[in-house]
C-alpha cells in the first residue's frame, strides 16, 4: 500500500514541478515530494526491487538513442574523461581536508563524505575502513540531493550564456527528435513489438549486470547490450514519453531515503553540509566549462558529463535538456568505475599520513 501511495505522491510533485516548469522537473518534483512526504510520515517505501527497475529502464532509454556513428565518437571521450577524474579528485581531496580542518570529522570520513561515487559504495567502504559511515551516508545524500535539485538550475542559465558550437553538425546531436520521426513512420503494432523487444533486451542485460555486481550494473549492462542491438539492428525503440516517468521513478528512489533522522542530523554537521553543496556545485561549472573549452561538446553535455550525480539521475536530466545523453552517460560511468577502484587506495595512503 505505502509503495503505491510513495508512487502516487512523486507524480504530483513531479506535475506541479512541470506546471511551473522547474528544470528536470518530473525527477525533482518527484524527489523533494516523496522526501517531504518520508520526512513527515516515515513511510516512503521502495523495496530493492524498484531501483533495480528504474535502472534498467534508464540504461534502455540511453542504450536505445545509441547508434554506430556515436561508437565512432567514443575516442573523443576518453582524454576528457581522464582528465576530469583528476581534477575531480583534487576538489574532492581538497574539501575533505578542509571539512577535516574545520570540523571534528576525522580525515577518512571527510574524504570518503565528499567523494563522488555512490552513496551506497561509499558508504560501504568508508565502514571498512573504520569511518563514520551513518556521517558519509548523510553527506553523500546531501550531495546527490544538491547536484539533482542545483545543477539543472545552474545548467539551464549558464547555457543560456554560451552560444553552441558552430561547427557541431547537426546529425552529431542528441537523436531525440530524429529518431522520434523516424518510428513514426512505423505502426503502433510494430512499434509496441519494437518496445517490448527492447525493454525485453534491456532488461535481460541489466539483471545480468546485477548479477554479476558491475558497478551500476543493472543500468550499464542494459544500456550496453541495446546498444549493441541497436547499432546491429537500428530496431531499438523507447518513446520520449516514458522518459518522465523514468525521471519520476528516480527522483522517488532518492526522496525516499531521506528520513527525519537525516533532517535533525544536519544542524549538527551544518558547516561540511554547505561546504559540500557550494564545493561540488563550483566543481561541476569548473570541470563542465574546461570540458567545453578543451572539446566539441556542447555545454549543456560537458556540464551534465562533469556533474558529481548519480549516473542514471544525471543521464536522465541530461536528456529532459538536451545534452548529448550517451556521451553523458559513458563519461558518468568512467567517473564511477573510477572512484569505486581509485578512491580507497588514495584515502588510505592518506590515512596513513595522518596517524
Not at 534508464?58 to 556515436?70: E, L, N, P, W
Not at 582524454?79 to 575531480?88: A, D, E, G, Q, T
Not at 540531493?145 to 553538425?169: C, D, E, H, Q
Not at 544500456?223 to 514519453?241: H, L
Amino acid at each position: 500500500m505505502y509503495f503505491v501511495l510513495t508512487l502516487l505522491v512523486g507524480l504530483i510533485g513531479a506535475k506541479i514541478a512541470l506546471k511551473n516548469k522547474i528544470p528536470a522537473g518530473a525527477m525533482i518534483g518527484s524527489l523533494f515530494a516523496v522526501a517531504i512526504f518520508n520526512v513527515l510520515t516515515n513511510k516512503a517505501d521502495l523495496p530493492q526491487s524498484y531501483k533495480i527497475i528504474t535502472q534498467i529502464s534508464t540504461g534502455t532509454f540511453i542504450g536505445a538513442k545509441i547508434t554506430a556513428q556515436d561508437v565512432k565518437g567514443l575516442k573523443k571521450i576518453f582524454i576528457p574523461s581522464l582528465i576530469m577524474v583528476i581534477l575531480m579528485a583534487f576538489f574532492n581531496f581538497g574539501m575533505g581536508y578542509f571539512i577535516y580542518k574545520t570540523t571534528n570529522i576525522d580525515i577518512v570520513t571527510a574524504l570518503f563524505a565528499t567523494s563522488p561515487g555512490g552513496i551506497a559504495d561509499m558508504t560501504i567502504i568508508a565502514y571498512d575502513f573504520g569511518a563514520e559511515s551513518s556521517k558519509v551516508a548523510l553527506l553523500q545524500m546531501i550531495r546527490l540531493i544538491s547536484v539533482v535539485g542545483i545543477i539543472p538550475t545552474l545548467i539551464k542559465i549558464l547555457s543560456k550564456k554560451f552560444k553552441r558550437r558552430a561547427n557541431i553538425k547537426q546529425d552529431e546531436k542528441p537523436l531525440e527528435k530524429n529518431s522520434v520521426n523516424n518510428k513514426k513512420v512505423s505502426s503502433k503494432k510494430e512499434n509496441l513489438q519494437k518496445i517490448l523487444l527492447t525493454l525485453g533486451i534491456g532488461t535481460l542485460g541489466g539483471i545480468l549486470g546485477y548479477i554479476l555486481k558491475i558497478p551500476s550494473g543493472a543500468m550499464t549492462l542494459s544500456m550496453v547490450v541495446i546498444a549493441i542491438y541497436n547499432i546491429i539492428s537500428d530496431k531499438a525503440y523507447m518513446p520520449i514519453k516514458l522518459r518522465q516517468l523514468i525521471q519520476v521513478l528516480a527522483g522517488a528512489l532518492i526522496g525516499a531515503k531521506m528520513t527525519m533522522k537525516d533532517l535533525i542530523s544536519l544542524k549538527e554537521i551544518f558547516i561540511p553540509v554547505f561546504i559540500v553543496i557550494i564545493g561540488f556545485c563550483i566543481m561541476n561549472l569548473v570541470l563542465g566549462i574546461l570540458i567545453y573549452k578543451i572539446t566539441d561538446f556542447d555545454v549543456e553535455t560537458s556540464l551534465f558529463a562533469a556533474s558529481p550525480g548519480g549516473m542514471s539521475d544525471m543521464s536522465i536530466i541530461a536528456s529532459e535538456m538536451g545534452a548529448d545523453t550517451p556521451k553523458v552517460a559513458t563519461m558518468q560511468f568512467f567517473r564511477l568505475v573510477t572512484v569505486v577502484a581509485v578512491y580507497p587506495i588514495l584515502i588510505s595512503f592518506i590515512k596513513n599520513l595522518f596517524v
